[in-house]
């Protein structure tokens, strides 16, 4: 009998109820140096190690909540007839590779599923095909461990993120087919593209959209998360009729670590956050902007002085944990540049991060995180329940190459509320 649960995240920390992941699988290897950028990779990772750092990430959440792997999710919804034709439909226009629909509709669900994942090969029967240096009528979803950024959950809803790059634009479709169809979740999606006003200039990740609390949003305008992006994000709250507020944090296109706003800003606890101190704290080129929200309309938006004193105002008084430590430049650029400042919170004070940013891990623990390995946790040597404030480490040497750390690879679909 399968379990339905209503979908429901409303704050960063809340007690972890579900998440969907995606152990990285061929699609990450299926590249060459010539295309690894256009895959999004500033390298190429060595699938068997990162498998088994991943193993570290999702058996630490295996023990601690209901997880859920993208593969079985979407072969569950594909063993229906209706909805496997409607998706191949869909996936084959969207990507003009209508020719291959047939072929597509005969592979059982579980072949799909991994295929729509991995990749199609391209068939070799036609001269075109023979010369073309592609390898793919579809290509593999290589950034799908990251299952942050194609959907977010919304408070009670599901939002289908809008990708800025075509290479990750099929994760979305897949999520949106999953939230939809899935009798594993009670929920509405949001899809941008289902609204007549939405233009190419709107996009939206999930690794730019946080969820502060009840209230308040914290969203990147970055290079993946337009203002367009964003202002359909404040058209939805306006349906709400209740004062909500959105706190804007431009960031730079480049370098590519900066892409999200999970890469330098993440919640820890009730009362500290993580932050790459020289851009949220020093640097005041990218303005932090806060949108007030009031009885369906947009009330005000006034530049705020930055990220933690606009929280501040607004009831939250974080710490700032620095990544890489507060005293050398070199080692916080070094670290952020390998997702140090990129956490997951499974609760309050009880995050997951990368073991090889130690100057990190060293400041978390001055701020009072305990530092355990994720291994000793998964052997049963500690147990967590003992532990009030935690980081759990995981090696990150090789999934960090991949450009995400722990919460871009979690897809958060319930937290328990938050005893403030
Ligand atoms: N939330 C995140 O920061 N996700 C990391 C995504 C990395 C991936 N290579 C990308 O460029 O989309």
């Not at 290897?29 to 088994?52: F, G, K, Q």
């Not at 640097?283 to 938006?301: F, K, P, Q």
């Not at 530092?371 to 147990?383: E, F, H, R, T």
């Amino acid at each position: 009998m399968i379990k339905t649960i209503d979908t429901g995240v409303f704050s960063e920390i809340g007690e972890l109820e579900g998440v969907i992941l995606h152990t990285p699988g061929k699609e990450v290897e299926n590249m060459t140096p010539s295309n690894a950028e256009r895959a999004l990779y500033s390298d190429i990772l060595n699938l068997s190690v990162a498998v088994e750092e991943y193993q570290q990430f999702s058996g630490v959440l295996e023990k601690v909540t209901q997880t859920y792997q993208v593969k079985d999710l979407l072969a569950e919804i594909l063993e229906q007839p209706k909805i496997k034709l409607s998706l191949i439909e869909k996936i084959c226009t969207y990507e003009q590779v209508l020719n291959i629909k047939e072929d597509l509709l005969e592979l059982p669900a579980t072949e799909l599923a991994r295929q729509l994942i991995e990749g199609v090969n391209l068939k070799t029967d036609s001269l075109t095909t023979f010369l073309s240096d592609d390898r793919y009528s579809l290509r593999p979803l290589h950034n799908f461990f990251f299952t942050r950024d194609a959907s977010v959950t919304m408070y009670d809803k599901v939002l289908i993120s809008k990708m800025a790059n075509k290479v990750r634009e099929r994760e979305a479709i897949v999520m949106e087919a999953i939230f939809n169809h899935s009798s594993r979740f009670k929920t509405q999606t949001v899809n941008p593209l289902n609204f007549y006003n939405v233009g190419n200039e709107t996009m939206i990740e999930g690794g730019d959209v946080q969820i502060a609390r009840e209230d308040v949003l914290v969203i990147g305008n970055s290079a993946r998360t337009s203002s367009q992006g964003i202002d359909f994000i404040v058209n939805q709250l306006k349906q709400k009729k209740e004062r909500h507020y959105v706190v804007v944090q431009q960031l730079p296109d480049t370098p590519e670590s900066f892409i999200h706003l999970d890469m330098v800003f993440t919640f820890l606890d009730k009362d500290a956050c993580m932050v790459y101190e020289p851009l949220i704290l020093k640097d005041s080129r990218y303005s932090t902007i806060l949108i007030t929200i009031d009885n369906g309309e947009v009330a005000s938006i006034e530049k705020k002085a930055n990220l933690i004193s606009c929280l501040k105002d607004l009831g939250m008084d974080l710490k700032p944990i620095c990544c890489g430590g507060s005293s050398d430049i070199w080692t916080q650029e070094r670290e952020q540049w390998h997702s140090g400042a990129n956490f997951f919170a499974m609760g309050p004070g009880k995050v997951l991060g990368y073991a090889r940013n130690v100057y990190t891990m060293e400041e978390m623990n001055k701020n009072g995180f305990e530092i355990i390995k994720a291994n000793d946790v998964i052997s049963g040597q500690v147990d967590l329940a003992e532990y009030e404030k935690y980081v759990v480490t995981i090696g990150g040497s090789e999934l960090s190459r991949g450009g995400g750390g722990a919460r871009c690879m979690s897809m958060p679909v319930r937290r328990k509320p938050v005893k403030w």
